[in-house]
């Protein structure tokens, strides 16, 4: 990408008031803009993060690379949200059964 140039009017205004004289000029200015910089790898991955608030699974963020990994609940952390309330049995065997159906997990 080029510079950018933007062009401002500054007014000028003189006053003699021994000869009584009132002079209205103009001064264009240019601003040029350069060197336009563009974000970088790093900086856009140290600019994210991510928080793990906890729950079952983990979420975590590598600056390194810039991935993040979420892994999902442990066959345990599942197991602990199931009950043994009728109408759920669930057995040792990790074998539900519900309303006399058998899910495997």
């Known amino acids: 990408m080029g510079n950018v140039v933007v062009t401002e009017t500054t007014s000028n205004i003189t006053v003699d008031s021994t000869n009584s ?4 000029s103009s001064t264009p200015s240019n601003i040029i803009v350069s060197n336009i ?3 970088t790898e790093e900086s856009v991955r140290n600019a ?8 079952d699974g983990s979420l975590t963020y590598a600056t ?3 991935v993040f990994t979420y892994t999902g609940p442990s066959a345990a ?8 309330t009728s109408p759920i049995e669930y057995k040792v ?9 058998t899910l495997q997990i």
Do not use: C, Y
């Open 77 to 84: 952390e599942v197991r602990a949200h199931i009950s043994n």
């Open 93 to 101: 065997q990790l074998v539900l059964s519900v309303w006399a159906q």
């Open 21 to 24: 004289i009132v002079t209205v």
């Open 37 to 39: 910089s563009a974000a």
């Open 48 to 55: 994210l993060s991510v928080t793990d608030a906890g729950g």
């Open 64 to 66: 390194a690379n810039g």
